[in-house]
Nanobody, 129 residues
Framework: QVHMVESGGGSVQAGGSLRLSCSASGGTFSNRGMGWFRQAPGKEREFVAA????????YYADFVKGRFTISRDNAKNTGYLQMNSLKPEDTADYYCAADRRSIFSSPLYSTDPNEYDYWGQGTQVTVSS
């Protein structure tokens, strides 16, 4: 079974940047789409970004468009989330997961956390004003 581990979180000031990594072990996720989600204290988990299994397409939540970039390196079994121009409202625990749907699914991207599995333990991001 694939085990995902997130890293790269930390504390930054508003306007700063962080790069999160999601490393998969125990198997490959190169044949699965990948998503990043976040959960702030007292709030539900929300979709941030998704990338196709091939890395050939990406999809973002409106609130991160133009600031965050999702990518992946299948040779390294690793996914990334580059976060720029961070805002205090980006403060949350960030999680990566694998899309459990077929690569032929429609729509191409899912924003529903229930359609993802192999969740990591999360990495904390704190943005101060």
């Amino acid at each position: 079974q694939v085990h995902m581990v997130e890293s790269g979180g930390g504390s930054v000031q508003a306007g700063g940047s962080l790069r999160l990594s999601c490393s998969a072990s125990g198997g490959t996720f190169s044949n699965r789409g990948m998503g990043w989600f976040r959960q702030a204290p007292g709030k539900e988990r929300e979709f941030v970004a998704a990338i196709l299994w091939s890395g050939g397409g990406t999809y973002y939540a409106d609130f991160v468009k133009g600031r965050f970039t999702i990518s992946r390196d299948n040779a390294k079994n690793t996914g990334y989330l580059q976060m720029n121009s961070l805002k205090p409202e980006d403060t949350a625990d960030y999680y990566c997961a694998a899309d459990r749907r077929s690569i032929f699914s429609s729509p191409l991207y899912s924003t529903d956390p229930n359609e993802y599995d192999y969740w990591g333990q999360g990495t904390q991001v704190t943005v101060s004003s």
